[in-house]
Nanobody, 124 residues
C-alpha cells in the first residue's frame, strides 16, 4: 500500500509560479511511475504530467507543455510539479498518483494510488 500526500498549493497571481510536492510512503517508491492530474469545479479530472520510475521519461498534457515540469527524487520518495507562467485556467485541485508499473501514462485508470489533492488557485 502506498500513501500519497500533496503539498504546495495555494493562491497565486497569473504569471506566477508554484511548486507542488507529493510525498509517498513505502519502500518501493522508486519502482512506481508517478503522475499529476487536476480537476476544476464542474469538470472531469484531467491529466497534467507523468514521469517514469527512473525519471528518464516524462509526458505532458499539451495545455501545460513548456510551462510545467515534473521531476522526482527517489531518495526522498517525492515527486514534484514545478508550475510556471500560471494562468487562471490552471485553477483546480491537483492530485498525484502512483502506478505499480514503472511506465508513465496519461490514463487515470491505470494508476493504483491517489493522494487527497491540493488546491491551486490562479487569480487574474
Amino acid at each position: 500500500q502506498v500513501q500519497l500526500v500533496e503539498s504546495g498549493g495555494g493562491l497565486v497571481q497569473a504569471g506566477g509560479s508554484l511548486r507542488l510536492s507529493c510525498a509517498a510512503s513505502g519502500r518501493t517508491f522508486s519502482s512506481y511511475a508517478m503522475g499529476w492530474f487536476r480537476q476544476a469545479p464542474g469538470k472531469e479530472r484531467e491529466f497534467v504530467a507523468a514521469i517514469s520510475w527512473s525519471g528518464g521519461n516524462t509526458y505532458y498534457a499539451d495545455s501545460v507543455k513548456g510551462r510545467f515540469t515534473i521531476s522526482r527524487d527517489n531518495a526522498k520518495n517525492t515527486v514534484y510539479l514545478q508550475m510556471n507562467s500560471l494562468k487562471p485556467e490552471d485553477t483546480a485541485v491537483y492530485y498525484c498518483a502512483a502506478r505499480n508499473s514503472g511506465i508513465e501514462t496519461f490514463r487515470a485508470y491505470e494508476y493504483d494510488y491517489w493522494g487527497q489533492g491540493t488546491q491551486v488557485t490562479v487569480s487574474s
